[in-house]
């Protein structure tokens, strides 16, 4: 059972097109993350969010991202005008603090063409 | 400077062997540590966290080791299905969380 759920698993786009990952908590936990992987890479830390706010974020996390959880439900990743190298595996996490375990979704397989 | 160094391997080893993974960090301030298992092409899956005294779980065991900064995970009696990259995972303190991955340790479990 996902402790996350995330749409789509895989997500195909033109260069330049902005894309948004989703993702729902099966649970109610309060610190929600983002995280990526390109493909042969390690995992990176992209942003965390607390209370309908950003907790911290990395330096991958520039103008290019934003996250938002608009109903209170969803959580999502935006990333804007897409490059090539945007190409990666994005994970969505939840926790119950910054400093503890995260436990993963599945991940949605972003393919910038 | 990599923040988070772990052996890449592949580590080879037989059904039943004990098979032992260390990974060292440069953040001496670091006060979480995990290890996530993480199969080809899935997401991370928690195996265990880390704590100072050092903790088991069944066959696996974690220690943490300050003085050196180093964490290491024992694996005793390999299944195939230990198969997997074992990525160490770093949390520091005093203002930033922002968790530091390893690259991970591939281990291969043949019969």
């Known amino acids: 059972e996902p402790e996350v759920t995330q749409t789509p698993s895989h997500q195909v786009t033109q260069m330049g097109q902005e894309v948004i990952l989703r993702c729902v908590p099966i649970?109610?936990?309060?610190?929600f993350y983002w995280y990526r992987q390109i493909l042969g890479q390690k995992v990176e830390f992209l942003v965390s969010f607390y209370n309908n706010e950003i907790s911290e974020k990395s330096e991958i996390f520039d103008d290019q991202f934003s996250v938002e959880r608009p109903d209170g439900s969803n959580f999502t990743l935006k990333i804007r005008s897409t490059k090539l190298e945007d190409s990666a595996m994005y994970f969505c996490?939840?926790?119950?603090?910054?400093?503890?375990?995260?436990?993963f979704g599945q991940g949605t397989r972003l393919t910038v063409v | 400077r990599k923040e988070v160094e772990q052996d890449p391997g592949p580590f080879n080893v037989p059904e039943g062997a004990t098979v032992a993974f260390n990974c060292t960090y440069s953040n001496s301030a670091s006060q979480s540590f995990f290890w996530y298992r993480q199969d080809c092409r899935k997401e991370p899956k928690l195996l265990m966290s880390v704590y100072s005294s050092g903790n088991e779980d069944g066959r696996f065991t974690a220690q943490l080791n300050r003085a050196s900064q180093y964490i290491s995970l024992l694996i005793r009696d390999s299944k195939l299905s230990d198969s997997a990259t074992y990525l160490c995972?770093?949390?520091?303190?005093?203002?930033?969380?922002?968790?530091?991955f390893g690259r991970g340790t591939s281990l291969i479990v043949h019969p």
């Open positions: 996490a939840r926790g119950q603090a910054m400093n503890t375990e995260a436990f």
């Open positions: 995972v770093v949390i520091p303190s005093g203002g930033s969380y922002i968790p530091t």
């Open positions: 649970s109610n936990h309060l610190y």
